[in-house]
């Protein structure tokens, strides 16, 4: 009897065991398939976002604080008016760079005058100098509302310098995640209106149903807003940005190069979906802003706002909803400042950078290296094993012939193979059996990397030896072999 009722009982367990593990399969196949399209949603996202975020920078924040604080809700009918305007201005800049696979100052560079292109770098370029100047200044007293004894010049300075310090040395595709990321923080605003408190139906009555007044000091705000919302340093950023992402892509090989990208109805839909939510979330933080500041500042007849970091400061005693409601709307609001600036500092600089690199013909992108390469090692692996390293005697940037091939693999991944063509050694070298890369002359580099030079006589040419004395070439540690080997120290001269 024991032995039936054992049996029994395993029998009846082990079907629980298969049922609960039947069960977590079946749980685990259904957060994996949300989690699939959360991921593919957010992979939808990019330049668009980041330009949409970018639009409520700090000195957008202070238009719109000043429209909410000094006209209330009586220009929330503008919005609907805007958005449109703003999705098919952002959207139409996406697909010009999607197609061309150039930035906006090299079209403007390909088919105007001169005259255009250098009034509309110029004017872009001391615009956004001056709005990074005020989104810095922004931000850095912002900073101060919540740590008073912080030096303003040094915030200013620490903002300035993270923000050029990340576009240099963090890679493009981190760098853009960041970006994305940060557009988060624009969310600080819905939250902040919310807590204050809101006539809703006064609100949607006033943004749906408008009750115009029209008078100078009108058109100035309502022009303050409609420049401050669909501005030109976004038309440069988001096709240039765009672009960047054909290059991550593999859908052209450069930026501004002679390449036509591929795209594909489903590249163009993505571009449309990722503008229209970016340029959605600006609307909406915008309006938020606006609502906030109109339910409290407007409310208690504050009307002077000069930035945004003035209206951050004025929401904390005006909000009592709850205990400390109106230190958290501060904080929202600061930090809402803050991130955005993070944000849009780094697109306004962007912005300026892509229009001057593209209309005098540089070498432009986030996707570059900072680095180059000053020299090479060369390995003797006969016998005991040394290293070598190589430079030019006058300390210049180096050139090696390379070639590079994608491809793609069972499961739609593309790879990238590169290889650094070698030739046989110049005298520099120290050994005869040793092998030296092909380092391209400086006046052949533009024909090495023409794809249109296909004439095997053009190209035999450039695949020779560096001129022998043109090297210095010395004794460096063994540890090179290593490929863990990494520090800086590897290419100082071996002291025997």
Same mark, same amino acid.
């Not at 590169?418 to 580099?445: G, W």
């Not at 296909?454 to 004794?475: C, F, H, K, Q």
């Given at each position: 009897?024991?032995?039936?009722?054992?049996?029994?009982?395993?029998?009846?367990?082990?079907?629980?065991?298969?049922? $609960?593990?039947?069960?977590?399969?079946?749980?685990?196949?259904?957060?994996?398939?949300?989690?699939?399209?959360?991921?593919?949603?957010?992979?939808?996202?990019?330049?668009?976002?980041?330009?949409?975020?970018?639009?409520?920078?700090?000195?957008?924040?202070? #238009?719109?604080?000043?429209?909410?604080?000094?006209?209330?809700?009586?220009?929330?009918? $503008?919005?609907?008016?805007?958005?449109?305007?703003?999705?098919?201005?952002? *959207?139409?800049?996406?697909?010009?760079?999607?197609? #061309?696979?150039?930035?906006?100052?090299?079209?403007?560079?390909?088919?105007? %005058?001169?005259?255009?292109?250098?009034?509309?770098?110029?004017?872009?370029?001391?615009?956004?100098?001056?709005?990074?100047?005020?989104?810095?200044?922004?931000?850095?007293?912002?900073?101060?509302? /919540?740590?008073? *004894?912080?030096?303003?010049?040094?915030?200013?300075?620490?903002?300035?310098?993270?923000?050029?310090?990340?576009?240099?040395?963090?890679?493009?595709?981190?760098?853009?995640?960041?970006?994305?990321? /940060?557009?988060?923080?624009?969310?600080?605003?819905?939250?902040?209106?919310?807590?204050?408190?809101?006539?809703?139906?006064?609100?949607?009555?006033?943004?749906?149903?408008?009750?115009?007044?029209?008078?100078?000091? #009108?058109?100035?705000?309502?022009?303050?807003?409609?420049?401050?919302?669909?501005?030109?340093?976004?038309?440069?950023?988001?096709?240039?940005?765009?672009?960047?992402?054909?290059?991550?892509?593999?859908?052209?090989?450069?930026?501004?190069?002679?390449?036509?990208?591929?795209?594909?109805?489903?590249?163009?839909?993505?571009?449309?979906?990722?503008?229209?939510?970016?340029?959605?979330?600006?609307?909406?933080?915008?309006?938020?802003?606006?609502?906030?500041?109109?339910?409290?500042?407007?409310?208690?007849?504050?009307?002077?706002?000069?930035?945004?970091?003035?209206?951050?400061?004025?929401?904390?005693?005006?909000?009592?909803?709850?205990?400390?409601?109106?230190?958290?709307?501060? $904080?929202?609001?600061?930090?809402?400042?803050?991130?955005?600036? $993070?944000?849009?500092?780094?697109?306004?600089?962007?912005?300026?950078?892509?229009?001057?690199?593209?209309?005098?013909?540089?070498? *432009?992108?986030?996707?570059?290296?900072?680095?180059?390469?000053?020299?090479?090692?060369?390995?003797?692996? %006969?016998?005991?094993?040394?290293?070598?390293?190589?430079?030019?005697?006058?300390?210049?940037?180096?050139?090696?012939?390379?070639?590079?091939?994608?491809?793609?693999?069972?499961?739609?991944?593309?790879?990238?193979?590169?290889?650094?063509? #070698?030739?046989?050694?110049?005298?520099?070298?120290?050994?005869?059996?040793?092998?030296?890369?092909?380092?391209?002359?400086?006046?052949?580099?533009?024909?090495?990397?023409?794809?249109?030079?296909?004439?095997?006589?053009?190209?035999?040419?450039?695949?020779?030896?560096?001129?022998?004395?043109?090297?210095?070439?010395?004794?460096?540690?063994?540890?090179?072999?290593?490929?863990?080997?990494?520090?800086?120290? /590897?290419?100082?001269?071996?002291?025997?």
């Amino acid at each position: 009897m024991a032995n039936l009722y054992s049996w029994i009982h395993d029998l009846v367990g082990n079907h629980k065991s298969d049922k $609960l593990a039947q069960q977590h399969e079946a749980n685990l196949a259904k957060a994996s398939k949300r989690y699939g399209k959360f991921g593919r949603s957010i992979r939808v996202l990019g330049p668009g976002v980041v330009t949409g975020a970018a639009d409520d920078d700090p000195s957008g924040i202070a #238009t719109y604080s000043q429209a909410g604080a000094v006209y209330g809700y009586g220009l929330l009918w $503008l919005f609907p008016i805007m958005f449109p305007l703003l999705l098919a201005v952002q *959207e139409s800049c996406a697909r010009i760079g999607a197609v #061309t696979g150039d930035g906006l100052a090299t079209v403007l560079k390909k088919h105007y %005058s001169k005259k255009v292109l250098y009034s509309a770098v110029i004017l872009v370029v001391v615009a956004n100098t001056v709005n990074i100047g005020s989104d810095l200044a922004a931000m850095a007293a912002t900073t101060q509302l /919540l740590f008073p *004894e912080a030096p303003y010049i040094g915030l200013a300075i620490f903002f300035a310098l993270l923000c050029v310090l990340l576009q240099i040395f963090v890679p493009y595709r981190t760098y853009a995640k960041i970006l994305k990321w /940060l557009a988060i923080v624009l969310f600080a605003y819905p939250v902040t209106a919310f807590i204050v408190g809101q006539p809703w139906t006064e609100v949607l009555t006033r943004t749906f149903v408008p009750n115009v007044t029209i008078n100078k000091e #009108t058109i100035y705000i309502i022009v303050g807003i409609l420049g401050t919302t669909i501005s030109p340093y976004l038309f440069f950023w988001n096709t240039s940005e765009v672009v960047e992402d054909e290059v991550e892509e593999h859908r052209i090989k450069t930026s501004s190069g002679t390449g036509i990208p591929r795209i594909s109805k489903a590249f163009i839909r993505k571009i449309r979906l990722d503008n229209i939510a970016g340029m959605s979330l600006a609307s909406i933080s915008a309006w938020f802003i606006v609502i906030a500041c109109a339910s409290t500042l407007h409310a208690h007849g504050i009307t002077q706002i000069e930035n945004a970091n003035d209206a951050a400061a004025a929401l904390e005693p005006l909000v009592q909803g709850f205990p400390h409601a109106g230190l958290i709307a501060k $904080l929202l609001f600061s930090v809402g400042i803050i991130g955005i600036g $993070l944000l849009a500092v780094p697109v306004l600089a962007g912005s300026s950078s892509y229009a001057i690199s593209e209309a005098l013909g540089i070498k *432009e992108g986030l996707y570059r290296k900072f680095k180059k390469a000053h020299g090479f090692y060369e390995l003797n692996e %006969s016998g005991e094993k040394r290293a070598f390293y190589g430079e030019p005697k006058n300390k210049s940037i180096v050139a090696f012939a390379g070639i590079y091939s994608s491809w793609e693999g069972p499961d739609g991944t593309v790879h990238d193979t590169y290889a650094i063509l #070698t030739t046989e050694p110049n005298q520099d070298m120290p050994d005869s059996r040793m092998r030296m890369p092909i380092i391209i002359n400086p006046d052949d580099e533009a024909r090495w990397l023409d794809p249109t030079v296909t004439d095997d006589g053009s190209i035999y040419v450039m695949l020779r030896p560096a001129l022998s004395g043109s090297l210095n070439v010395y004794e460096v540690s063994p540890a090179v072999h290593s490929p863990k080997m990494n520090q800086p120290n /590897l290419i100082k001269k071996l002291q025997k």
